[in-house]
């Protein structure tokens, strides 16, 4: 069976195994314990959750949630996660791509994201799928300190 990349329910064991996962290693990699932010705020309609699954195993995902004033259409994306065994095989690719199409469905007009200086493979790849980056991000999104920002239309 094929790399297959669709919407699932965020309250499903799929993307909160895939949520959790990335929660996990961002813990890791930049040695914090808590995180500010509820797995609800990706279930529709204010949100969503992607998740990709080789041979019908979890390989990644990530959600996208709204932010700002609704009637700007703005969502931030967050929680990307592969499965380390599936990196570098096109799978990230593969969800943003699905991520970005799905979010323009539901009538987003633009998409943010944020990742940190201990995720250089991040930042290539959203620099190479025309994420530009920006100085400032808009009302409601998450913002850590030395993050690099990032913003997308759809």
Do not use: C
């Amino acid at each position: 069976m094929p790399l297959t990349v669709g919407l699932e329910p965020v309250n499903g064991y799929g993307a909160r195994s895939l949520y959790l996962a990335a929660l996990d290693e961002l813990a890791r990699r930049y040695e914090r314990t808590t995180l500010r932010e509820a797995l609800e705020e990706y279930e529709p309609p204010h949100g969503l959750f992607v998740v990709a699954r080789d041979d019908g195993a979890l390989a990644g995902g990530a959600g996208v949630r709204m932010i700002g004033n609704p009637e700007e259409a703005l969502g931030e994306v967050k929680r990307l996660w592969v499965r380390p065994d599936l990196r570098r095989r096109g799978v990230a690719t593969r969800i943003m791509t699905a991520l970005e199409g799905h979010a323009r469905e539901t009538g987003l007009t633009r998409l943010y994201l944020e990742t940190g200086p201990r995720q250089p493979e991040a930042i290539a790849l959203y620099r190479r799928e025309g994420w530009v980056e920006v100085a400032a991000y808009p009302e409601g999104a998450t913002r850590h300190p030395n993050s690099l920002l990032f913003a997308k239309p759809l």
